[in-house]
């Protein structure tokens, strides 16, 4: 009777510790969301004062009358260009997340509507066990109970783990990407370079556009990530480092606008990519550390919890 029973509060715990960590993930999305709603707005702004910018320079009549102020024109035009390209591709990164952001609030909303009732559920077989584990008095009552709910806790935490390590790797292949595209990209600007004409120049750009989607998808990734990160409990004196998240699309950006690209602004964004790929990395080992601690201490508990059942 007890195996079954605690098959399933077991179940049930696990039911419980899923909606928990979705009413969690719901909020952290839902303020992820508006961080973006309100970054979207000031983008759109200073994409629209970068536009006027660029039309008021193309239109100044003053500008038309010595070559020299021409030339001076030429430059303003290009300065112009390429700051609203960056309003525009950190505005459009914003939409993208933010439709992605969406699309996860509908699926967490989906999946907690499965465990309307489930509190009321756990508290009951609870009950049950504790009725039966005090009639049963030739067990240790307090120290049985604590020792396997200490047992659920350590499982709670272990899938929690995996579930950020899972995370984790995905995000580490998407940099994986970026960093083939981007070596790619250098590779034609190299021979661009050397007189590679056309051809050399259209292959670079459609490897840095190829870049720029898988840094939307390591951005979406990210997020999940951060927000997996915060569900897990970590052994010993462990920490995680999480600040670098935020910055990683706007360093990346900062280091290469898409319709102008030099052997110099490629290898800063390599840069930024290898740096945000190593620190993920070690957040990785960090969670994996934790997990065969968790893991180890699981198998000690549980023999305890055997003694104490064989010894009666």
């Known amino acids: 009777m007890f195996e079954e029973l605690n098959k399933n509060i077991a179940n049930a715990k696990e039911k419980l510790t899923r909606k928990e960590e979705l009413k969690n993930l719901l909020q952290r999305t839902n303020e992820d969301l508006n961080a973006q709603m ?10 629209h004062e970068e536009q006027k910018d660029v039309e008021k320079v193309k239109s100044s009549a003053i500008a038309e009358l010595r070559y020299s102020i021409l030339g001076e024109k030429e430059q303003q035009e290009e300065k112009g260009r390429q700051e609203y390209l960056s309003a525009k ?3 459009d990164e914003c939409c993208s997340l ?13 999946e907690l509507n499965k465990y309307v009732n489930i509190e009321l559920e756990y508290e009951e077989l609870m009950k049950k066990k504790e009725r039966l584990i005090l009639q049963s008095y030739d067990l240790k009552p307090k120290e ?5 709910e200490k047992i659920q806790d350590l499982k709670s935490n272990i899938k929690e783990t995996k579930e950020a390590i899972n995370a984790g790797e995905k995000v580490r292949e998407a940099l994986e990407r970026v960093v083939s595209s981007l070596k790619s990209a250098k590779d034609w600007e190299q021979w661009d370079i050397l007189g590679g004409g056309l051809i050399a120049t259209a292959s670079k750009q459609s490897k840095i556009g190829e870049a720029k989607g898988h ?14 990160l915060s569900d897990v409990k970590l052994s010993s004196d462990m920490d995680i480092n999480i600040a670098f998240f935020e910055k990683f699309a706007d360093y990346f950006f900062d280091g290469l606008i898409f319709d102008w690209v030099v052997q110099s602004k490629i290898n800063d964004s390599l840069n930024n990519v290898y740096d945000t ?3 993920v990395k070690k957040l990785l080992s960090t969670l994996e550390g934790n997990l065969n601690d968790c ?7 549980e023999e305890e919890v055997r003694g104490i059942i064989e010894t009666q």
């Open 98 to 110: 933010i439709a992605n952001l969406e699309k996860e609030i509908v699926s967490y909303n989906e």
């Open 89 to 91: 591709l950190r505005y």
């Open 295 to 301: 893991e180890r201490e699981l198998r000690t508990v």
């Open 144 to 148: 049985l109970i604590k020792l396997i």
């Open 215 to 228: 840094v939307y998808e390591v951005q979406r990734l990210l997020g999940i990530f951060k927000r997996e």
């Open 277 to 279: 790929s190593n620190n």
């Open 38 to 47: 309100a970054k979207k707005k000031e983008f759109n702004k200073i994409l």
